[in-house]
């Protein structure tokens, strides 16, 4: 039968987050071990602790729906992760993957950020006042992290490879090759 109530589209994205925050454990054990600066590295494996955290309360949310906890793929978050499969095929540099992961995570928790707003929201909307305080603590959680990533991106120094060469050539105004 065709969704036709909110409670049929809370389920459907609860399910969605479900999907993703599975998807995003392995996806943040990746980053952390892709990053060699100790407090990036830091800032993912605590992050992916607070993930299965988060899983734990969306399964509390579904067993309060009479439900077994079940995941649909979340195609947002799939969709981030492909592209840093095709990132990766220009064979960049460890650097410049561990500053691409530091984007990509903002670009993840900013999904994530949208999703628990509109999760809360719907559950608002029930009445649902445990599920509301659950997706709460996974939205505050969320901004946390993209701040704390905001921050890392902020002091992260990226070493120019063509530095010393462009040194030694004489500084030019105005012109591009
Ligand atoms: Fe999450
Ligand atoms: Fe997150």
Do not use: W
Not at 15 to 27: R, T, V
Not at 78 to 99: A, Q
Request: charged content about 35%; overall charge negative; aromatic content about 6%.
């Amino acid at each position: 039968m065709a969704m036709q109530t909110i409670e049929e589209l809370f389920e459907h994205e609860l399910k969605d987050m479900y999907s993703a925050e599975h998807m995003l454990l392995g996806a943040l054990e990746q980053m952390a071990g892709e990053s060699a600066d100790r407090e990036i590295k830091k800032a993912f494996v605590q992050h992916r602790k607070e993930t299965q955290a988060q899983i734990k309360r969306l399964e509390k949310i579904f067993k309060s729906l009479g439900q077994k906890p079940k995941a649909e793929t979340c195609h947002g978050i799939e969709g981030l992760l492909k592209e840093k499969k095709t990132f990766m095929k220009e064979r960049p540099s460890d650097e410049l993957v561990e500053f691409f992961n530091i984007g990509a995570g903002q670009k993840t928790e900013r999904y994530e950020i949208a999703s628990y707003e509109s999760l809360i929201d719907m559950a608002d909307k029930q009445g649902m006042l445990d599920a509301v305080e659950l997706l709460e603590q996974n939205l505050q959680e969320e901004e946390a992290a993209l701040n704390k990533l905001k921050m890392i991106a902020s002091e992260f120094d990226v070493q120019e490879e063509s530095e010393e060469e462009e040194e030694e050539e004489p500084r030019t105004t105005g012109s591009r090759r």
